[in-house]
């Protein structure tokens, strides 16, 4: 059993900040790598940022020089900064782990979401 959760969401003015978190928990052998996605209404989910088991890390065009996403392997955690943040950016966020369970294969795994939304 593997497990993702996500926190940190929640309403911001433009140009204000949030840090988004994301535990992985349960039968975990090694978690290659880890993103976040987000889905907008009436659009696609699309990939924001994601970063692999030796740091390298790649962001959408929208979001470079704003969001940074870091982690902290001891604690099974990725975060998302989000900084300068825009009315656009207003989604419901998702992590991703792409995860080896014990004994067993790699596959991706969700958390539920978390919402973000940027408004004055």
């Known amino acids: 059993q593997v497990q993702l959760v996500e926190s940190g969401g929640g309403l911001v003015q433009p140009g204000g900040s949030l840090r988004l978190s994301c535990v992985a928990s349960g039968s975990i052998f090694s978690i290659n790598a880890m993103g976040w996605y987000r889905q907008a209404p009436g659009k696609q989910r699309e990939l924001v940022t994601t970063i692999t088991s030796g740091g390298s890390t790649n962001y959408a065009d929208s979001v470079k020089g704003r969001f940074t996403i870091s982690r902290d392997n001891a604690k099974n955690t990725v975060y998302l900064q989000m900084n300068s943040l825009k009315p656009e950016d207003t989604a419901v966020y998702y992590c991703?782990?792409?995860?080896?369970?014990?004994?067993?294969?790699?596959?991706?795994?969700w958390g539920q979401g978390t919402q973000v939304t940027v408004s004055s």
């Open positions: 991703n782990g792409r995860i080896r369970r014990r004994l067993g294969p790699e596959n991706d795994y």
